[in-house]
Protein backbone atom coordinates (compact mmCIF):
# COMPACT_ATOMS: atom_id res chain seq x y z
CA UNK A 1 0.00 0.00 0.00
CA UNK A 2 2.77 2.17 0.84
CA UNK A 3 4.50 1.41 -2.62
CA UNK A 4 1.23 2.19 -4.30
CA UNK A 5 1.20 5.69 -2.45
CA UNK A 6 4.41 5.92 -3.48
CA UNK A 7 3.40 5.32 -7.43
CA UNK A 8 1.13 7.87 -7.08
CA UNK A 9 3.23 10.55 -5.48
CA UNK A 10 6.36 10.00 -7.50
CA UNK A 11 4.00 10.25 -11.08
CA UNK A 12 2.49 13.35 -10.06
CA UNK A 13 3.90 16.38 -11.40
CA UNK A 14 4.49 18.50 -8.51
CA UNK A 15 7.07 15.84 -7.24
CA UNK A 16 9.73 17.28 -9.09
CA UNK A 17 13.71 15.20 -9.23
CA UNK A 18 13.30 14.85 -5.49
CA UNK A 19 14.05 11.91 -3.51
CA UNK A 20 10.76 11.30 -1.08
CA UNK A 21 11.23 9.45 2.08
CA UNK A 22 8.51 8.43 4.41
CA UNK A 23 9.41 8.64 8.27
CA UNK A 24 7.94 6.69 10.80
CA UNK A 25 6.44 8.82 13.87
CA UNK A 26 8.89 7.94 16.24
CA UNK A 27 12.07 7.92 14.27
CA UNK A 28 10.83 11.17 13.75
CA UNK A 29 10.42 12.55 16.78
CA UNK A 30 14.01 10.65 18.33
CA UNK A 31 15.31 13.01 15.02
CA UNK A 32 13.77 15.85 15.35
CA UNK A 33 12.62 15.49 11.69
CA UNK A 34 9.16 16.62 10.12
CA UNK A 35 7.89 16.93 6.39
CA UNK A 36 10.17 18.77 4.26
CA UNK A 37 13.32 17.28 6.40
CA UNK A 38 16.24 16.32 4.48
CA UNK A 39 17.30 12.36 5.58
CA UNK A 40 20.42 11.13 4.25
CA UNK A 41 20.89 7.49 3.69
CA UNK A 42 23.66 5.77 2.24
CA UNK A 43 24.89 9.27 1.24
CA UNK A 44 21.86 10.22 -1.00
CA UNK A 45 19.90 13.15 0.16
CA UNK A 46 16.02 12.03 1.06
CA UNK A 47 13.22 14.69 1.45
CA UNK A 48 10.67 13.98 3.73
CA UNK A 49 7.49 14.02 2.51
CA UNK A 50 5.54 12.54 5.44
CA UNK A 51 5.62 10.54 8.41
CA UNK A 52 3.71 6.97 9.39
CA UNK A 53 2.15 6.06 12.37
CA UNK A 54 2.51 1.89 13.18
CA UNK A 55 1.24 0.55 15.97
CA UNK A 56 3.53 -0.51 18.84
CA UNK A 57 2.91 -4.31 18.09
CA UNK A 58 3.67 -3.92 14.67
CA UNK A 59 7.43 -4.13 13.06
CA UNK A 60 8.00 -0.63 11.91
CA UNK A 61 11.19 0.68 9.93
CA UNK A 62 12.21 4.25 10.48
CA UNK A 63 11.84 5.10 6.62
CA UNK A 64 10.13 3.90 3.99
CA UNK A 65 12.00 4.73 0.38
CA UNK A 66 10.69 3.76 -2.84
CA UNK A 67 12.05 0.46 -4.32
CA UNK A 68 14.13 1.11 -7.49
CA UNK A 69 16.07 4.35 -5.09
CA UNK A 70 16.42 1.29 -2.05
CA UNK A 71 17.88 -0.80 -4.87
CA UNK A 72 20.25 1.93 -6.03
CA UNK A 73 21.75 2.41 -2.32
CA UNK A 74 21.96 -1.11 -1.75
CA UNK A 75 24.02 -1.58 -5.50
CA UNK A 76 21.45 -4.36 -6.33
CA UNK A 77 19.40 -3.22 -9.07
CA UNK A 78 16.45 -5.48 -9.66
CA UNK A 79 16.75 -7.42 -6.27
CA UNK A 80 14.70 -7.83 -3.67
CA UNK A 81 15.24 -9.49 -0.19
CA UNK A 82 12.20 -9.63 1.33
CA UNK A 83 8.93 -11.05 0.01
CA UNK A 84 5.56 -10.51 1.47
CA UNK A 85 2.98 -12.42 -0.19
CA UNK A 86 -0.82 -12.59 -0.13
CA UNK A 87 -3.17 -15.37 -0.51
CA UNK A 88 -6.05 -15.37 -1.62
CA UNK A 89 -7.64 -17.68 0.95
CA UNK A 90 -6.03 -19.21 4.23
CA UNK A 91 -6.79 -22.54 2.79
CA UNK A 92 -3.79 -21.39 0.03
CA UNK A 93 -1.84 -20.85 2.18
CA UNK A 94 -0.08 -24.03 2.33
CA UNK A 95 -0.16 -24.39 -1.74
CA UNK A 96 1.40 -21.06 -2.24
CA UNK A 97 4.23 -21.29 0.74
CA UNK A 98 4.96 -25.08 -1.62
CA UNK A 99 4.92 -23.07 -5.04
CA UNK A 100 7.27 -20.22 -4.07
CA UNK A 101 9.50 -22.50 -2.49
CA UNK A 102 9.61 -24.78 -5.84
CA UNK A 103 9.91 -21.78 -7.35
CA UNK A 104 12.74 -20.53 -5.51
CA UNK A 105 14.70 -23.00 -3.78
CA UNK A 106 17.19 -20.61 -2.46
CA UNK A 107 14.39 -18.63 -0.41
CA UNK A 108 13.03 -19.05 3.17
CA UNK A 109 9.07 -19.30 3.20
CA UNK A 110 7.71 -18.44 5.93
CA UNK A 111 4.13 -18.18 6.44
CA UNK A 112 2.08 -16.22 8.82
CA UNK A 113 1.71 -19.79 10.89
CA UNK A 114 5.35 -20.36 11.07
CA UNK A 115 6.13 -17.24 12.32
CA UNK A 116 2.55 -17.45 15.05
CA UNK A 117 4.59 -20.84 15.75
CA UNK A 118 7.56 -19.04 16.73
CA UNK A 119 5.97 -16.85 18.78
CA UNK A 120 3.88 -19.19 20.08
CA UNK A 121 6.77 -21.63 21.07
CA UNK A 122 8.73 -18.74 22.18
CA UNK A 123 5.98 -17.88 24.72
CA UNK A 124 5.48 -21.56 25.20
CA UNK A 125 8.96 -21.86 26.33
CA UNK A 126 8.55 -18.45 28.68
CA UNK A 127 5.80 -19.98 29.84
CA UNK A 128 7.25 -23.58 30.74
CA UNK A 129 10.00 -21.26 32.20
CA UNK A 130 7.96 -19.42 34.18
CA UNK A 131 5.80 -22.66 35.37
CA UNK A 132 8.98 -24.60 36.30
CA UNK A 133 10.48 -21.42 38.37
CA UNK A 134 6.80 -21.28 40.06
CA UNK A 135 7.18 -25.20 40.72
CA UNK A 136 10.41 -24.77 42.04
CA UNK A 137 9.79 -21.87 44.08
CA UNK A 138 6.87 -23.97 45.76
CA UNK A 139 8.95 -26.97 46.36
CA UNK A 140 11.06 -24.41 48.33
CA UNK A 141 8.81 -22.69 50.27
CA UNK A 142 7.34 -26.57 51.39
CA UNK A 143 10.96 -27.11 52.32
CA UNK A 144 11.44 -24.22 54.58
CA UNK A 145 8.05 -24.66 56.12
CA UNK A 146 8.63 -28.32 56.61
CA UNK A 147 11.96 -27.35 57.97
CA UNK A 148 10.64 -25.10 60.65
CA UNK A 149 7.66 -27.16 61.88
CA UNK A 150 10.44 -29.46 62.71
CA UNK A 151 12.84 -27.87 64.23
CA UNK A 152 10.18 -26.05 66.22
CA UNK A 153 8.63 -29.56 67.51
CA UNK A 154 12.54 -30.07 68.15
CA UNK A 155 12.76 -27.24 70.38
CA UNK A 156 9.43 -28.34 71.95
CA UNK A 157 10.79 -31.52 72.59
CA UNK A 158 13.79 -30.29 74.09
CA UNK A 159 12.03 -27.51 76.53
CA UNK A 160 9.76 -30.58 77.49
CA UNK A 161 12.91 -32.70 78.97
CA UNK A 162 11.78 -32.90 82.18
CA UNK A 163 8.25 -33.57 80.92
CA UNK A 164 9.44 -36.74 78.43
CA UNK A 165 12.10 -37.52 81.23
CA UNK A 166 9.25 -38.24 83.93
CA UNK A 167 7.07 -40.06 81.61
CA UNK A 168 10.38 -42.63 81.35
CA UNK A 169 11.02 -42.67 84.50
CA UNK A 170 6.97 -43.68 85.11
CA UNK A 171 7.51 -46.66 82.77
CA UNK A 172 6.24 -45.02 79.46
CA UNK A 173 8.02 -46.71 76.43
CA UNK A 174 10.14 -44.87 73.88
CA UNK A 175 7.64 -45.63 71.30
CA UNK A 176 4.66 -44.41 73.24
CA UNK A 177 6.08 -41.07 73.69
CA UNK A 178 7.07 -40.66 70.09
CA UNK A 179 4.24 -41.36 69.32
CA UNK A 180 2.55 -38.65 71.77
CA UNK A 181 4.74 -36.47 70.08
CA UNK A 182 3.90 -37.43 66.36
CA UNK A 183 0.05 -37.01 67.59
CA UNK A 184 0.70 -33.71 68.46
CA UNK A 185 2.55 -32.45 65.84
CA UNK A 186 0.20 -33.97 63.26
CA UNK A 187 -3.22 -32.33 65.13
CA UNK A 188 -0.83 -29.24 65.05
CA UNK A 189 -0.47 -29.39 61.12
CA UNK A 190 -4.15 -30.32 60.37
CA UNK A 191 -4.82 -27.12 62.64
CA UNK A 192 -2.68 -25.05 60.51
CA UNK A 193 -3.86 -26.78 57.94
CA UNK A 194 -7.18 -25.98 58.35
CA UNK A 195 -6.24 -21.68 59.19
CA UNK A 196 -3.67 -22.19 56.06
CA UNK A 197 -6.84 -23.17 53.58
CA UNK A 198 -8.68 -20.46 55.36
CA UNK A 199 -6.60 -17.71 54.66
CA UNK A 200 -5.89 -19.22 51.33
CA UNK A 201 -9.44 -19.49 50.21
CA UNK A 202 -10.36 -15.73 51.58
CA UNK A 203 -7.03 -14.63 49.63
CA UNK A 204 -8.58 -16.01 46.09
CA UNK A 205 -11.64 -14.38 47.02
CA UNK A 206 -10.13 -10.83 47.58
CA UNK A 207 -7.63 -11.51 44.56
CA UNK A 208 -10.95 -12.36 42.32
CA UNK A 209 -12.79 -9.29 43.87
CA UNK A 210 -10.29 -6.89 43.72
CA UNK A 211 -7.25 -6.82 41.23
CA UNK A 212 -7.12 -4.17 39.07
CA UNK A 213 -8.45 -5.12 35.31
CA UNK A 214 -5.93 -5.63 32.25
CA UNK A 215 -5.87 -5.70 29.31
CA UNK A 216 -3.99 -6.85 26.01
CA UNK A 217 -3.93 -4.88 22.91
CA UNK A 218 -3.40 -6.58 19.52
CA UNK A 219 -2.28 -4.58 16.46
CA UNK A 220 -1.61 -6.10 12.60
CA UNK A 221 1.79 -6.56 11.76
CA UNK A 222 3.08 -4.36 9.58
CA UNK A 223 1.82 -0.93 8.06
CA UNK A 224 -2.24 -1.01 8.71
CA UNK A 225 -4.40 0.90 5.77
CA UNK A 226 -7.18 3.54 7.31
CA UNK A 227 -9.78 5.90 5.93
CA UNK A 228 -7.87 8.75 4.04
CA UNK A 229 -7.27 11.21 6.20
CA UNK A 230 -5.15 14.22 7.58
CA UNK A 231 -1.73 12.92 8.87
CA UNK A 232 1.50 14.32 10.18
CA UNK A 233 2.86 16.22 8.02
CA UNK A 234 4.08 20.15 7.45
CA UNK A 235 2.12 22.10 5.88
CA UNK A 236 4.81 24.61 3.99
CA UNK A 237 6.26 24.56 0.84
CA UNK A 238 9.52 25.13 0.90
CA UNK A 239 10.97 21.84 -0.82
CA UNK A 240 8.27 22.67 -3.50
CA UNK A 241 6.41 19.76 -2.36
CA UNK A 242 2.64 19.67 -1.47
CA UNK A 243 1.56 16.91 0.85
CA UNK A 244 -2.29 17.37 1.29
CA UNK A 245 -3.28 16.29 -2.39
CA UNK A 246 -0.95 12.77 -1.36
CA UNK A 247 -2.70 12.34 2.09
CA UNK A 248 -2.62 9.30 3.19
CA UNK A 249 -3.15 7.41 6.43
CA UNK A 250 -1.48 4.11 7.60
CA UNK A 251 -3.40 3.43 10.95
CA UNK A 252 -2.97 -0.02 12.04
CA UNK A 253 -5.53 -1.73 13.16
CA UNK A 254 -5.89 -2.95 16.79
CA UNK A 255 -7.88 -5.15 19.18
CA UNK A 256 -8.26 -5.02 23.06
CA UNK A 257 -8.48 -7.79 25.03
CA UNK A 258 -9.27 -7.02 28.89
CA UNK A 259 -8.23 -10.13 30.70
CA UNK A 260 -9.56 -10.46 34.46
CA UNK A 261 -7.03 -11.74 37.01
CA UNK A 262 -8.55 -14.91 38.91
CA UNK A 263 -7.42 -17.41 41.73
CA UNK A 264 -9.22 -21.31 40.85
CA UNK A 265 -9.85 -23.01 43.29
CA UNK A 266 -10.72 -26.70 43.10
CA UNK A 267 -11.36 -29.77 45.34
CA UNK A 268 -7.94 -31.21 44.19
CA UNK A 269 -5.99 -28.16 45.71
CA UNK A 270 -8.04 -27.90 49.21
CA UNK A 271 -7.40 -32.27 48.95
CA UNK A 272 -3.64 -31.11 48.42
CA UNK A 273 -3.72 -28.44 51.18
CA UNK A 274 -5.08 -31.47 53.69
CA UNK A 275 -2.73 -33.52 52.53
CA UNK A 276 0.71 -31.14 52.66
CA UNK A 277 -0.47 -30.18 55.86
CA UNK A 278 -0.64 -33.62 57.28
CA UNK A 279 2.50 -34.46 55.91
CA UNK A 280 4.43 -31.21 57.30
CA UNK A 281 3.15 -32.48 60.77
CA UNK A 282 4.10 -36.14 60.35
CA UNK A 283 7.30 -35.00 59.58
CA UNK A 284 7.94 -32.74 62.25
CA UNK A 285 6.48 -34.84 64.91
CA UNK A 286 8.87 -38.29 63.31
CA UNK A 287 12.31 -35.97 63.88
CA UNK A 288 10.73 -34.60 67.39
CA UNK A 289 9.69 -38.10 68.79
CA UNK A 290 13.46 -39.19 67.56
CA UNK A 291 14.77 -36.49 69.44
CA UNK A 292 12.56 -37.43 72.18
CA UNK A 293 13.24 -41.45 71.98
CA UNK A 294 17.22 -40.62 72.57
CA UNK A 295 16.61 -38.95 75.61
CA UNK A 296 17.80 -40.18 78.43
CA UNK A 297 16.09 -40.42 81.36
CA UNK A 298 18.69 -40.22 83.93
CA UNK A 299 20.29 -37.24 82.31
CA UNK A 300 16.27 -35.73 81.04
CA UNK A 301 15.92 -35.41 84.76
CA UNK A 302 19.54 -34.26 86.16
CA UNK A 303 19.18 -31.10 83.37
CA UNK A 304 15.27 -30.69 84.43
CA UNK A 305 16.17 -31.00 88.39
CA UNK B 1 15.60 -56.66 98.11
CA UNK B 2 18.25 -54.01 97.24
CA UNK B 3 21.83 -55.56 96.97
CA UNK B 4 24.30 -52.40 95.46
CA UNK B 5 28.34 -54.48 94.94
CA UNK B 6 30.64 -51.87 94.44
CA UNK B 7 29.16 -49.68 92.16
CA UNK B 8 30.62 -47.14 91.28
CA UNK B 9 29.38 -44.35 88.64
CA UNK B 10 31.52 -42.14 86.33
CA UNK B 11 30.30 -39.40 84.12
CA UNK B 12 31.89 -37.28 80.91
CA UNK B 13 31.73 -33.69 81.62
CA UNK B 14 33.43 -32.08 78.99
CA UNK B 15 36.97 -32.53 78.74
CA UNK B 16 36.64 -34.41 81.93
CA UNK B 17 35.37 -37.35 83.58
CA UNK B 18 33.54 -37.09 87.54
CA UNK B 19 33.47 -39.81 89.77
CA UNK B 20 29.63 -39.28 91.34
CA UNK B 21 29.97 -42.58 93.33
CA UNK B 22 33.11 -44.82 94.31
CA UNK B 23 32.70 -48.44 95.20
CA UNK B 24 29.87 -47.79 96.78
CA UNK B 25 27.97 -51.11 98.80
CA UNK B 26 24.79 -51.23 100.33
CA UNK B 27 21.63 -53.73 101.54
CA UNK B 28 18.47 -52.68 101.29
CA UNK B 29 15.41 -54.86 102.89
CA UNK B 30 11.90 -55.11 101.77
CA UNK B 31 9.98 -52.46 103.39
CA UNK B 32 13.09 -50.19 104.72
CA UNK B 33 12.65 -46.80 104.98
CA UNK B 34 16.18 -45.01 104.13
CA UNK B 35 17.20 -41.57 104.00
CA UNK B 36 20.10 -40.25 101.88
CA UNK B 37 21.88 -36.84 103.04
CA UNK B 38 24.95 -35.67 101.72
CA UNK B 39 26.82 -32.19 100.13
CA UNK B 40 25.03 -31.29 97.11
CA UNK B 41 27.00 -32.77 94.06
CA UNK B 42 28.55 -35.78 95.92
CA UNK B 43 26.30 -38.58 94.82
CA UNK B 44 22.60 -39.07 96.32
CA UNK B 45 20.76 -38.32 93.35
CA UNK B 46 23.04 -40.45 91.28
CA UNK B 47 22.36 -42.97 94.15
CA UNK B 48 18.84 -42.81 93.03
CA UNK B 49 18.76 -43.00 89.99
CA UNK B 50 21.01 -46.30 89.90
CA UNK B 51 18.09 -47.67 92.74
CA UNK B 52 15.61 -46.78 90.28
CA UNK B 53 16.91 -48.14 87.07
CA UNK B 54 17.00 -45.00 85.36
CA UNK B 55 20.70 -45.21 84.79
CA UNK B 56 23.19 -47.62 84.94
CA UNK B 57 26.62 -48.01 87.03
CA UNK B 58 29.83 -47.96 85.76
CA UNK B 59 31.33 -50.68 87.18
CA UNK B 60 29.87 -53.10 89.89
CA UNK B 61 26.19 -54.80 89.96
CA UNK B 62 22.67 -53.29 91.44
CA UNK B 63 20.60 -56.63 92.23
CA UNK B 64 17.20 -55.88 92.85
CA UNK B 65 14.99 -58.69 93.89
CA UNK B 66 17.68 -61.19 92.06
CA UNK B 67 17.83 -58.77 89.28
CA UNK B 68 21.10 -57.39 87.87
CA UNK B 69 19.66 -54.15 86.58
CA UNK B 70 22.57 -53.52 85.14
CA UNK B 71 22.36 -56.59 82.72
CA UNK B 72 18.84 -55.81 81.14
CA UNK B 73 18.08 -54.71 78.41
CA UNK B 74 16.18 -50.98 77.51
CA UNK B 75 12.68 -52.13 77.11
CA UNK B 76 12.92 -54.21 80.11
CA UNK B 77 14.62 -51.90 82.58
CA UNK B 78 11.30 -49.58 81.37
CA UNK B 79 9.08 -52.54 82.19
CA UNK B 80 10.57 -52.97 85.97
CA UNK B 81 10.52 -49.23 86.38
CA UNK B 82 6.48 -49.28 85.14
CA UNK B 83 5.93 -51.86 87.64
CA UNK B 84 7.91 -51.33 90.54
CA UNK B 85 9.47 -47.88 91.60
CA UNK B 86 7.14 -44.88 92.35
CA UNK B 87 9.14 -41.55 91.62
CA UNK B 88 8.52 -38.38 93.75
CA UNK B 89 10.97 -35.62 92.38
CA UNK B 90 11.78 -31.95 94.22
CA UNK B 91 9.87 -30.01 91.69
CA UNK B 92 7.06 -32.18 91.48
CA UNK B 93 7.76 -32.70 87.91
CA UNK B 94 3.72 -32.87 87.44
CA UNK B 95 2.79 -32.83 83.11
CA UNK B 96 1.14 -28.79 83.06
CA UNK B 97 -1.27 -29.52 81.10
CA UNK B 98 -3.06 -32.43 82.33
CA UNK B 99 -5.34 -32.17 85.26
CA UNK B 100 -4.31 -33.30 88.96
CA UNK B 101 -5.97 -36.69 88.33
CA UNK B 102 -4.57 -37.15 84.94
CA UNK B 103 -1.55 -36.82 86.01
CA UNK B 104 -1.72 -39.51 88.22
CA UNK B 105 -3.36 -41.95 85.78
CA UNK B 106 -0.20 -41.33 83.30
CA UNK B 107 1.84 -43.76 85.91
CA UNK B 108 -0.62 -46.39 85.04
CA UNK B 109 -0.91 -45.98 81.09
CA UNK B 110 2.35 -48.11 80.53
CA UNK B 111 0.56 -51.02 83.10
CA UNK B 112 -2.32 -51.02 80.36
CA UNK B 113 -5.20 -50.80 82.62
CA UNK B 114 -8.93 -49.83 81.00
CA UNK B 115 -9.63 -45.99 81.29
CA UNK B 116 -12.21 -46.50 83.36
CA UNK B 117 -10.31 -48.60 86.29
CA UNK B 118 -6.89 -45.56 85.91
CA UNK B 119 -9.44 -43.47 86.43
CA UNK B 120 -11.03 -44.52 89.36
CA UNK B 121 -7.26 -45.92 91.04
CA UNK B 122 -6.02 -42.31 90.29
CA UNK B 123 -8.83 -40.47 92.60
CA UNK B 124 -8.81 -42.92 95.05
CA UNK B 125 -4.76 -42.19 95.10
CA UNK B 126 -5.71 -38.42 95.35
CA UNK B 127 -8.34 -39.09 98.05
CA UNK B 128 -5.31 -40.93 100.16
CA UNK B 129 -3.36 -37.78 100.03
CA UNK B 130 -6.74 -35.46 100.73
CA UNK B 131 -6.90 -33.94 97.66
CA UNK B 132 -9.89 -35.71 95.94
CA UNK B 133 -11.85 -32.32 95.85
CA UNK B 134 -9.06 -30.87 93.50
CA UNK B 135 -8.90 -34.17 91.20
CA UNK B 136 -9.92 -31.70 88.21
CA UNK B 137 -7.44 -29.06 88.75
CA UNK B 138 -4.67 -28.39 86.66
CA UNK B 139 -1.04 -28.26 88.37
CA UNK B 140 -0.91 -24.29 87.55
CA UNK B 141 -4.08 -24.24 90.11
CA UNK B 142 -2.60 -25.88 92.86
CA UNK B 143 0.07 -24.65 95.48
CA UNK B 144 3.63 -26.32 95.93
CA UNK B 145 2.38 -28.50 98.70
CA UNK B 146 -0.77 -29.78 96.78
CA UNK B 147 1.67 -30.49 93.91
CA UNK B 148 4.35 -32.77 95.45
CA UNK B 149 0.78 -34.48 96.96
CA UNK B 150 -0.28 -34.99 93.44
CA UNK B 151 3.27 -36.62 92.54
CA UNK B 152 2.78 -38.61 95.73
CA UNK B 153 -0.52 -39.83 94.59
CA UNK B 154 1.06 -40.53 91.08
CA UNK B 155 4.20 -42.50 92.94
CA UNK B 156 1.96 -44.69 95.25
CA UNK B 157 -1.45 -45.29 92.48
CA UNK B 158 0.00 -48.28 90.60
CA UNK B 159 0.79 -50.05 94.22
CA UNK B 160 4.85 -49.79 93.57
CA UNK B 161 7.46 -51.67 95.59
CA UNK B 162 9.31 -49.38 95.85
CA UNK B 163 9.03 -45.48 96.53
CA UNK B 164 12.23 -43.47 95.25
CA UNK B 165 12.14 -39.85 96.40
CA UNK B 166 14.50 -37.10 95.80
CA UNK B 167 14.33 -34.00 97.71
CA UNK B 168 10.60 -34.02 97.92
CA UNK B 169 10.38 -31.08 100.82
CA UNK B 170 13.19 -28.79 98.87
CA UNK B 171 10.62 -26.58 97.51
CA UNK B 172 8.18 -26.55 100.57
CA UNK B 173 7.86 -24.16 103.60
CA UNK B 174 8.15 -25.74 106.67
CA UNK B 175 4.91 -26.47 107.85
CA UNK B 176 4.31 -28.31 104.33
CA UNK B 177 7.14 -29.73 104.68
CA UNK B 178 6.65 -31.14 108.09
CA UNK B 179 2.85 -32.50 106.21
CA UNK B 180 5.04 -33.94 103.42
CA UNK B 181 6.45 -36.12 105.45
CA UNK B 182 4.24 -37.30 107.79
CA UNK B 183 2.01 -38.38 104.86
CA UNK B 184 4.82 -40.19 103.61
CA UNK B 185 5.80 -41.82 106.47
CA UNK B 186 2.07 -42.65 107.22
CA UNK B 187 1.48 -44.32 103.95
CA UNK B 188 5.08 -46.01 103.99
CA UNK B 189 3.68 -48.14 107.47
CA UNK B 190 0.32 -48.31 106.09
CA UNK B 191 1.57 -50.08 102.64
CA UNK B 192 4.88 -51.74 104.22
CA UNK B 193 6.69 -50.51 100.70
CA UNK B 194 10.28 -49.84 100.71
CA UNK B 195 10.86 -45.79 100.22
CA UNK B 196 14.27 -44.50 99.48
CA UNK B 197 14.52 -40.08 100.47
CA UNK B 198 17.00 -38.11 99.44
CA UNK B 199 17.22 -35.15 101.42
CA UNK B 200 19.44 -32.01 102.97
CA UNK B 201 17.55 -31.71 106.08
CA UNK B 202 18.85 -33.77 108.83
CA UNK B 203 15.16 -33.42 110.86
CA UNK B 204 14.01 -35.34 107.81
CA UNK B 205 17.03 -37.71 107.56
CA UNK B 206 16.71 -39.13 110.83
CA UNK B 207 13.11 -39.79 110.83
CA UNK B 208 14.44 -42.93 108.69
CA UNK B 209 16.08 -45.94 111.07
CA UNK B 210 19.17 -45.31 109.45
CA UNK B 211 20.45 -42.98 106.73
CA UNK B 212 23.01 -43.22 104.18
CA UNK B 213 25.66 -40.28 103.98
CA UNK B 214 27.11 -39.64 101.07
CA UNK B 215 30.67 -37.63 100.98
CA UNK B 216 32.57 -37.53 97.62
CA UNK B 217 30.71 -40.55 96.15
CA UNK B 218 31.49 -42.57 99.22
CA UNK B 219 28.68 -43.99 101.67
CA UNK B 220 28.78 -44.75 104.83
CA UNK B 221 25.60 -45.51 107.06
CA UNK B 222 24.30 -43.68 110.31
CA UNK B 223 21.91 -45.62 112.64
CA UNK B 224 19.25 -43.16 113.95
CA UNK B 225 19.43 -45.33 116.94
CA UNK B 226 16.14 -42.94 118.58
CA UNK B 227 13.55 -43.70 115.28
CA UNK B 228 15.12 -47.25 115.41
CA UNK B 229 14.32 -48.00 119.15
CA UNK B 230 10.78 -46.28 119.27
CA UNK B 231 9.24 -45.80 115.83
CA UNK B 232 10.39 -48.93 113.58
CA UNK B 233 8.02 -51.87 113.60
CA UNK B 234 10.67 -53.85 111.42
CA UNK B 235 12.73 -56.29 113.52
CA UNK B 236 15.97 -53.85 114.52
CA UNK B 237 18.78 -53.61 112.27
CA UNK B 238 22.03 -53.66 112.71
CA UNK B 239 22.66 -51.25 116.18
CA UNK B 240 26.28 -49.86 114.96
CA UNK B 241 26.59 -47.30 112.52
CA UNK B 242 28.09 -49.00 109.58
CA UNK B 243 30.71 -48.13 107.49
CA UNK B 244 31.13 -48.72 103.73
Keep these: MVSAWFKRVESSPSAGNQLLALVDSSYAKQNSLKAGSAVTIAGTKFTVLGLVSTSATASAEDIYVPLSEAQKLASDPGKVNTIFVTASSASAIATVQTEIQHLLPKATVTTAADLANQVTGSLSTASSLATSLGVWLEVLVL???????????????????????????????????????????????LIGGALGIGLGVLGAFLVTKLAPPLSATVGAAGLGTGPAGPFFGGSGSGNGVTHRPFAHTFAPATHTIPLHLTAPLSLGILGLAVALAIAGGLIAGILGGWRAARLQPAEALRRAE | MYELTNISRVYQKGRGRVTALKEVSLVLQDGEFLTVQGPTGHGKTTLLLLLGALDRPTSGKVNFDGRDLGALAESQLVDVRAQNFGFVFQNYNLMPTLTAAENVEAALVPLKIPTGQRRARSLAALAEVGLAERAAHFPGELSGGEQQRVAIARAL???????????????????????????????????????????????????????AIITNGTLSLRMNRDKAASDDPKPAMSAEPVEI
Excluded at chain 1, 176 to 189: A, K, N, P, T
Excluded at chain 2, 169 to 194: F, S, Y
Design chain 1, 143 to 189: LAAFGLAALLTTASVNRRVREFGTLKAMGWHSRRIVGQVLGESVVQG
Design chain 2, 157 to 211: VKAPKVILADEPTGNLDEVTRGEIVVLMERLWKERGMTMVVVTHDTRVARRAPRT
